[in-house]
């Protein structure tokens, strides 16, 4: 299993955390072939890393060439047999085991046999995704946060079949992509989802209880708790659809245990559509265009 170097082609697929790991690997000097289903996804993702890193520009972080040149190296795709050429794919699409299982078999078609496949899933196991593939060594667990340029966190994700070799490498592409990697084995949530997960569900107790209001509780673990975020900004970043994806997920897995008792309130938002930032509007309203930030 040969090593990845700057010559390896990234294949990314999906939408918001798509994106943003487009941009971490543009970063670190790879030609990116990006592609979502959804026509214009690609091409809206690239407008929005470039909306970002104009930012950058504008405060002396960054030269308008460099800029460029980091833009030119990711590259919209509109057919996915256009990925053959990929050393690696990540997946970052939506939450759900069956779509991400097709996907993955339909890329070993389509990719050639040494091609690593993975996932960005925050909860899914990969022993469960591998399960339907040809190739279950080559597939593994790639856990970026979001948003994927700033956090530096990167969980590699081992399933039961994945190859020790493809964990080691992907763990050091991580390493020389400038992010903090950590090995962990395919257990329901992993490592930070599965300890966050108590942190957005008693929030939500608190909430539904009526102890206090959303802004006091986001406040309080803001400016005294030394967090970046309070658990709803936190949550309507992630997106509710994913953020209860992920819940529904560690619940099942964990054969129903209440602890991680998927919130009503929260069920309530994504059946309105009120996804959180990706929508306007969560536990917070938000103008358009607000998810993307760069480092
Ligand atoms: P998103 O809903 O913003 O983007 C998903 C994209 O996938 C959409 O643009 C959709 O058009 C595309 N898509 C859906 N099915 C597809 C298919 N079969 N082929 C190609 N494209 C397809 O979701 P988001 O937030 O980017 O999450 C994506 C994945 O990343 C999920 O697995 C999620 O659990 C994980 N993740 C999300 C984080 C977050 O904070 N939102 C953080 C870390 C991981």
Redesign the pocket.
């Known amino acids: 299993m040969n090593k990845f170097t700057t010559d390896s082609v990234i294949a990314i ?8 790991i487009a941009q971490v690997a543009a970063k670190a000097n790879h030609q990116v072939l990006l ?4 026509k214009g ?1 690609a091409e809206k ?1 690239i407008d929005n890393i470039r909306k970002g890193l104009g930012k950058l520009v504008l405060r002396s972080r960054m030269t308008q060439l460099e800029l460029d040149a980091l833009v030119s190296r990711i590259v919209p795709i509109s057919d ?1 047999k256009q990925l053959s050429s990929a050393d690696l794919v990540i ?5 759900k085991l069956e ?2 299982q ?2 993955f078999r339909q890329l070993e078609d389509i990719c050639h046999e040494n091609a690593i496949l993975a ?6 196991s990969i022993t469960a995704i591998g399960a339907k593939l040809l190739r279950p060594q080559n597939l593994i667990g790639m ?6 340029p700033i956090m530096k966190l990167v969980e590699v994700i081992s399933g039961l079949d994945t190859d020790k070799q493809v964990a080691d490498n992907i763990f050091e592409l991580a390493i020389n992509w400038g992010k903090l990697a950590v090995h962990a084995k395919s257990t329901p949530g992993f490592i930070a ?1 599965r300890v966050a997960r108590p942190f957005y569900a008693e929030s939500l107790r608190v909430l539904q209880e009526g102890a206090t209001d959303i802004a006091t509780i986001d406040a309080l673990f803001r400016e005294c708790g030394g967090f970046k975020m309070g658990p709803f900004e936190l949550m309507d ?3 509710h ?3 209860y ?2 819940t529904c997920s560690v619940f099942e897995a964990f054969y129903q245990d209440q602890r991680f008792l998927p919130s009503l309130l929260q069920k309530e938002l994504l059946d309105a559509g009120h996804l959180g930032r ?1 929508s306007g509007r969560g536990f917070y309203q938000y103008p358009q265009n607000t998810q993307t930030e760069n480092s």
């Open positions: 697929i999906g939408g918001t955390m798509g994106a943003g592609f979502d289903v959804a996804a993702g996915i997946e970052a699409i939506v939450e779509v991400k097709m996907l996932s960005n899933t925050s909860s899914i856990h970026f946060f979001n948003p994927a989802n970043l992630i997106g659809d994913v953020n994806a992920v990706k």
